[in-house]
């Protein structure tokens, strides 16, 4: 191994492949929670989540705003190269939401639902990890 590799090594490519599996999976499950928070009706969507109906509407639709942007947010500028730092904004983002959402379920005796968190949370942590740290995106130069 050489000097330069041992000072600037590169990722692996299982990191990278990795870091976008898990953008993908947290682009999904944010970007449909998203969208379901927005276009299904409050007393639908009480069914499935019941704290939608004990929350006004504005509250409900706010949140499904950001799940939204945090799914967008978490692979749209990795694609496309523009603005790249968003994604660990974003991954930053999805992982402080993911906190406040166990902290919210716990308090509210859901404990059940909190894998899901805990899955994201881990996601969005080993995301901001590997695009801050180990497997950055360049940005696209025009």
């Known amino acids: 191994m050489s000097i330069a590799a041992i000072e600037n090594p590169t990722p692996g490519r299982a990191l990278r492949i990795g870091l976008w599996i898990a953008q993908a999976l947290i682009f999904f499950v944010f970007t449909s929670a998203g969208l379901v928070k927005l276009t299904t009706p409050i007393p639908q969507l009480a069914a499935m989540m019941p704290w939608a109906g004990q929350y006004s509407e504005a509250f409900v639709r706010v949140i499904g705003l950001i799940d939204l ?51 994201l949370l881990v996601l969005a942590v080993f995301v901001f990890w590997g695009r801050s740290r180990k497997a950055p995106i360049a940005a696209r130069q025009f």
């Open 69 to 119: 942007a945090g799914g967008i947010g978490i692979l749209l500028p990795a694609l496309t190269r523009i603005l790249p730092r968003l994604t660990v904004l974003a991954a930053l983002g999805c992982a402080t939401l993911q906190v406040i959402a166990l902290v919210f379920h716990l308090s509210r005796g859901e404990a059940p639902v909190t894998p899901l968190n805990l899955v």
